[in-house]
């Protein structure tokens, strides 16, 4: 089980990035069940921000298209919905002890947690650098890799 990151749904939506092709390929794949992958709320939210804002997207989605790719996402039964759990903020916590920098991004590391609590241990995402701290999870650039 792998949970996709924003950065891949944000480049599936977006057709004049470099990387639409394999996080369309990756997206559809999911969502058909030939990939099994999940989502979280935290990253559907993250989506709606960056690709409501008019300055990192353009066009820019509007809040009622972001809502429905949103839906889309959420009521597909190809990807398992990852939510938090009542332990999650307590692990977050604790794998905030094994930050040795003094930035933190408490959102990755809460992402991380939710991952860990709901036994997903790999994670698509181009922004490596925030997750490869967690020792307990296999983090793979897709555009990478496969690109």
């Known amino acids: 089980m792998v949970l996709f990151d924003t950065n891949l749904l944000v480049h599936a939506h977006v057709i004049s ?3 639409h092709a394999i996080a369309r390929r990756l997206r559809d794949e999911a969502s058909v069940g030939r990939l099994e992958a999940c989502l ?13 804002n008019p300055r990192v997207i353009q066009p820019a989605l509007t809040l009622a298209e972001a809502r429905g790719e949103v ?3 959420w ?3 190809g990807f398992k919905k990852v939510l938090p759990k009542e332990t999650t903020i307590m692990r977050m916590l604790h794998l905030m002890t094994k930050i040795t920098t003094s930035r933190v991004d408490v959102f990755d590391i809460f992402l991380a947690a939710t991952m860990l609590d709901n036994d997903v241990r790999t994670i698509y995402t181009q922004n490596v650098k925030d997750f490869v701290v967690f020792k307990e999870l296999e983090v793979i650039n897709p555009f990478l890799s496969q690109g």
Do not use: D, I
């Open 75 to 77: 009521t597909s039964s």
């Open 17 to 19: 990035s470099p990387y």
């Open 40 to 52: 979280s709320p935290q990253v559907l939210c993250e989506f709606v921000t960056v690709c409501t």
């Open 71 to 73: 839906s889309a996402y």
